[in-house]
């Protein structure tokens, strides 16, 4: 999926929280765990690979997107960045670092799971859990490999948790 169906799906969202306050969503590969000033929520997908070099594929359950948040009130706006994190093919001996796919339902799972965090977090309502799942297809290919995988280097993947 491009970066414009997460802005998309990102903003029918918005829409139904039904608040005043227009929001934008960016990514930004830089952000790291925690920044002054902003909320966090970190969340492991499902997405698949596809390597640049020798055109070997794979998926993952453990695929780390660390989200950004923050609300201006008084100038009605609010912010989210967005980084998804990349893994590396297996077979290669140099291998690059590769952008994850996340199908449209997974990233349609995750933006509702962000939703939540936003009214949580920024508008401080009293919301529970979203605990739907992640969309699976296919295997899943082997354990994880740490040294394959950019959010155990960040050392995020294990806080991507499978609750919430
Ligand atoms: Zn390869
Ligand atoms: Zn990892």
């Not at 609300?71 to 140099?94: F, I, M």
Request: charged share 25%.
């Amino acid at each position: 999926m491009a970066q414009s169906d997460w802005v998309n799906i990102f903003q029918e969202k918005i829409q139904e929280l039904g608040r005043r306050d227009r929001w934008w969503i960016e990514f930004d590969n830089n952000i790291n765990s925690t920044e002054p000033g902003w909320e966090n929520y970190i969340r492991n997908t499902f997405a698949r690979f596809c390597c640049s070099q020798c055109r070997h594929t794979w998926a993952s359950a453990q695929v780390p997107v660390l989200f950004h948040m923050k609300l201006n009130a008084l100038e009605g706006r609010g912010t989210v960045k967005v980084r998804c994190c990349k893994q590396e093919c297996r077979k290669c001996l140099t291998p690059n670092l590769e952008q994850p796919q996340v199908s449209e339902e997974n990233i349609t799972v995750l933006m509702d799971k962000l939703m939540l965090k936003i009214r949580k977090k920024c508008y401080k309502e009293n919301v529970g859990e979203n605990t739907t799942r992640f969309f699976i297809a296919g295997n899943i290919d082997g354990p994880h490999e740490s040294r394959h995988c950019e959010g155990c280097r960040l050392g995020i993947c294990s806080r991507g948790g499978v609750s919430s």
